[in-house]
T-cell receptor
Framework: DAGITQSPRHKVTETGTPVTLRCHQT?????MYWYRQDPGHGLRLIHY???????DKGEVSDGYSVSRSKTEDFLLTLESATSSQTSVYFC????????????????FGDGTRLSIL | SQKIEQNSEALNIQEGKTATLTCNYT??????LQWYRQDPGRGPVFLLL?????KEKRKERLKVTFDTTLKQSLFHITASQPADSATYLC???????????FGTGTQLKVEL
């Protein structure tokens, strides 16, 4: 398995509180991603990073921010959590695309189950 | 708008048969298409990648086809086993950058 660790694995918090999820990799891959997975919607990209301090928005970025100060760590922050952000969050990593985007597999962590009451 | 569609209904088959899962997409011409497996409570695991100029790709009991005219990929598991029971996701690049978009997945159940 790729060396990806997500923390915490489970979290319950209240609406309006800030929440930070951490993704740590030991593979030295350049690209890192945050997804959320919800029934009926599948995996949806929140933000991704293509290098230290280089990030871009995904499909569902509203209400989320990210930071990447080191190659191995990618943080996802919910500044003020809402019940609609209750979900399972996955981090993924991949090597650089090389000859074209989409030609590298992504390797996923086992997710963080976040409940916002 | 761009869409990736997989059968939302679970596919139930008998052990030893070939399972065929479908991924259809619209309004895009991806250069690559990927397939993943996801078990309950776990993250997706990469299985196969196929390029637009490859009609077919195989890995052990797995076979993927990619028809860019029909805008469809088929994923086959031959000699299926109960251990193949999982949700299978297709994914492709649908915009700028290295951003994958995933289908919602098809759940496969292989029964004894």
């Amino acid at each position: 398995d790729a060396g990806i660790t997500q923390s915490p694995r489970h979290k319950v918090t209240e609406t309006g509180t800030p929440v930070t999820l951490r993704c740590h990799q030991t593979e030295n891959h350049r690209y890192m991603y945050w997804y959320r997975q919800d029934p009926g919607h599948g995996l949806r990209l929140i933000h991704y990073s293509y290098g230290v301090k280089d990030t871009d928005k995904g499909e569902v970025s509203d209400g989320y921010s990210v930071s990447r100060s080191k190659t191995e760590d990618f943080l996802l922050t919910l500044e003020s959590a809402t019940s609609s952000q209750t979900s399972v969050y996955f981090c993924a990593i991949s090597e650089s695309p090389g000859t074209g985007f989409g030609n590298q597999p992504q390797h996923f962590g086992d997710g963080t189950r976040l409940s916002i009451l | 708008s761009q869409k990736i569609e997989q059968n939302s209904e679970a596919l139930n088959i008998q052990e030893g048969k070939t399972a065929t899962l479908t991924c259809n997409y619209t309004n895009y011409s991806p250069a690559y298409l990927q397939w993943y497996r996801q078990d309950p409570g776990r993250g997706p695991v990469f299985l196969l990648l196929i390029r637009e100029n490859e009609k077919e790709k195989r890995k052990e009991r797995l076979k993927v086809t990619f028809d860019t005219t029909l805008k469809q990929s088929l994923f086959h598991i031959t000699a299926s086993q109960p251990a193949d029971s999982a949700t299978y996701l297709c994914a492709l690049i649908t915009g700028g950058g290295n951003k994958l978009t995933f289908g919602t997945g098809t759940q496969l159940k292989v029964e004894l």
